[in-house]
């Protein structure tokens, strides 16, 4: 099992370095150094992709097969709930090792960045957020060990980016909550043991959060999407009619489902902040090497100054990305406010990551658009960070309100 301290110490005792940051008698100072732990996960991370995650991503692609033997070894290697505490099964790390895991999967492998952070991020921390401690140790744990994905139901056919415009609902009959409804566009539901999800309870409207197991019947998971990129990652749809869940189901206060999810998505964001870099890292280092590799009037593409420059403004905005998301992370894991961060780390690096995508193909020319060149699958799996967890549009509107607009 992973060991990540929080803090620990560079030899003065007056310096405590916190998540890359350090105190200095009580004045924050910036210190953009990785922990031992934290460059420990990225090691660890960097591996597995290489190893475990790469060689199949292409087919994967191709076939959109799950890759869930990957998640299976990430569960042995104590990896499925890393931000959350050892009581649970988690391995005690935090957010910043949560972003640089997502990253160093997504640079090989989009799909699984994806997957995971939407299983760390939306599936467990609603639970670790706002569960009972029964709720906890017969959810989470499993979710924390492996055991199976989580996943979380806020969309629906008419409720996107107004997510209080959800027209599930849930009646309470008998001692049961009565659940109608559907959810669209759901990460990882078919791979999962239980949904958390949001309905209607009562007037306004009052919206409430529910642990609904996926076999409880009138629950159905629907995987037929044909999406654009993303291919082995699982969309589905969810449709309930009239399942039955106990009383004990609720997932926090009756009422404050919305709320709490919403808080929620703060965190998620990181996690498609972190997707975006390590996509845009990706095909970065592929147009760099083939810039290097492909000779054309008589030298390397790499040697032309207007390759130069398109190279040097991903490394850049690369670079940007990186930092605006480790530093919505270290505010999240000192339980700062992080609401205006998240959304400013996941608009920056999903628009950074088309830019840098769309260059990566030119760069590449006419075998950029071949799918055996990579660099066609980081570009349609980028699409995605500009609407997941927020439309672009919803971060503007969430940063102009946080800056008093």
Known sequence: MLQIRFCSYNGDESAAIIGGYAKYSGVEKMDFALTEEQRMIRKLMRDFAEGEVAPGADERDRTKEFPREIFLKMADLGLMGLPFPEEFGGGGADTISFAIAVEELSRVCASSGLTY??????????????????????????????????????????????????????????????????KCFITNASYADFVALTAVTGPGPEITAFLVPTDSAGFQVIDQYHKMGLHSSNTTELVLENVRIPKGNVLGTIGQGLKQFLITLDGGRIGIGAMAVGIAQGAYEAALRYAKERVQFGQSLSKFQVIQHKLADMAMNIELARTMVHKAAWLKDQGKKMTKEASICKLFASEMAMKVCDQAVQIHGGYGYMHDYKVERFFRDAKLTEIGEGTSEIQRLVIAREIGC
């Open 117 to 182: 952070s939407a299983h760390i991020s939306l599936g467990c921390a609603p639970l670790y957020l706002f569960g009972t401690e029964e709720q906890k140790k017969m959810y989470l744990v499993p979710l924390c060990t492996g055991q199976t994905l989580g996943a979380f139901g806020l969309t629906e056919p008419n409720a996107g980016s107004d997510a209080g415009g959800t027209k599930t609902t849930a009646v309470l009959e008998e001692g049961e909550w009565v659940i109608n409804g559907s």
